[in-house]
């Protein structure tokens, strides 16, 4: 669980720094994101993404998955946890994320961001 992450190694910018997630998290820029402020929703295709964008399980022992993003403007990393996934009855559409618990509580600014990528590369 994420808060799980938050009591043992919280501080994103540390965590990724010491490479203590199970999975170590290789941050993604925001700027292969389209930020719509309106809705305040970040969405990228997958292709995009030039493979930086890696959707890894939290802990070894666990199935909660997420990725860790940077700011291109603040250079802060916040980390997102899936929380849906979209498809049909060929293939993943699209994965859901939002800001982890403690991503919010260290930038309150994240409330009400969303993440969505869409899987363009089953259309091929």
């Known amino acids: 669980m994420v808060t799980k992450l938050a009591k043992q190694f919280y501080n994103i910018n540390t ?3 010491n490479n203590k997630l199970y999975n170590q998290f290789v941050p993604i820029s925001s700027e292969y994101f389209h930020y719509d402020k309106a809705t ?3 969405a ?3 292709s995009q993404c030039n493979g930086k964008l890696q959707i890894k399980n ?3 022992d666990e199935v909660e998955q997420g990725f860790v993003m940077v700011s ?3 250079g802060k990393s916040a980390l997102f946890v899936l929380c849906g996934v979209d498809s049909n009855l060929e293939a993943v559409i699209s994965w ?3 800001p982890s618990v ?8 994240l409330t009400g961001v969303k993440v969505i990528v869409f899987n363009d590369e089953w259309l091929y």
Do not use: C, G, H
């Open 72 to 74: 291109e403007l603040t």
């Open 58 to 60: 939290l802990y070894k």
């Open 102 to 109: 403690e991503a919010i509580n260290d930038n309150p600014t």
């Open 15 to 17: 965590v990724i720094t």
């Open 96 to 98: 859901r994320f939002n």
């Open 40 to 42: 305040k929703t970040f």
């Open 44 to 46: 990228t295709e997958m």
